[in-house]
């Protein structure tokens, strides 16, 4: 299974969860539950917490060709020169004169330099920064399914507080798929 295909997501039809798992088994469930009539369905990917637009028209085949080519059928970006397959993403740094000087001095060059600072730093993090990244998925999830819900603004208030137990009590009273789906995005469990 390619990797587009095994992407980790999660369906809702209205307030409840439809389907969940690989992006493939998702559509397909997706699909099915179209020609039920089972009203709106939202397709969210399970690592940003973002809705999918799955383009579910024609047979089976189809939509797994759509879905298998990268982007899930969006055209991919040409890449230029360099060493891609090695996984280096060449992108511009803006750094003052003194940067540059300094990077330049270190054993590596500036690019192993500036590789072990940012190492460093992720090390130096405490997980911060995957905690802001839980908050956000289960901030955007909630922001698009679950507005509306009673105690919406205290929960998000909870959410970004870092204070689970508050957050989970505010979501008490929704439906239980939206709830669970939401403490499991905000834990980063999702994203493991």
């Known amino acids: 299974m390619t990797k587009e295909l095994s992407l980790q997501c999660t ?3 209205g307030l409840r969860k439809l389907a969940q798992g690989a992006l493939i088994d998702v559509a397909l469930a997706v699909k099915a539950a179209e020609t039920q009539d089972s009203g709106a369905v ?4 399970d690592t940003t917490g973002r809705v999918l637009d799955l383009d ?3 047979t089976t085949a189809e939509i797994v060709a759509r879905l298998a080519r990268p982007g899930g059928g969006e055209a991919e970006p040409a890449r230029g020169r360099g060493r891609p397959k090695l996984g280096v993403v060449p992108r511009e ?3 003052l004169p003194r940067h540059w000087e300094w990077l330049a001095q270190q054993p590596g ?6 590789r072990r600072l ?15 990244g839980a908050q956000q998925r289960a901030y955007t999830f ?3 399914l679950a507005g ?4 919406y603004e205290e929960a998000i208030r909870a959410l970004f507080a870092d204070d689970g137990d508050a957050f989970a009590a505010r979501m008490a009273a929704w439906p239980q798929d939206i709830r669970d789906y939401a403490l499991m995005l905000a834990s980063g469990e999702a994203a493991a």
Do not use: I, M, N, Q
Request: zero cysteines.
């Open 11 to 13: 369906a809702f039809a």
């Open 42 to 45: 939202l397709v969210f990917d």
């Open 56 to 58: 579910l028209r024609g």
């Open 93 to 95: 740094v803006t750094l």
């Open 109 to 114: 060059g500036a690019s192993g330099a500036l």
């Open 118 to 132: 940012v190492d460093e730093a992720r090390r130096a993090d405490h997980g911060r920064t995957e905690r802001k």
């Open 142 to 144: 909630l922001s698009a």
């Open 148 to 151: 509306d819900l009673p105690g």
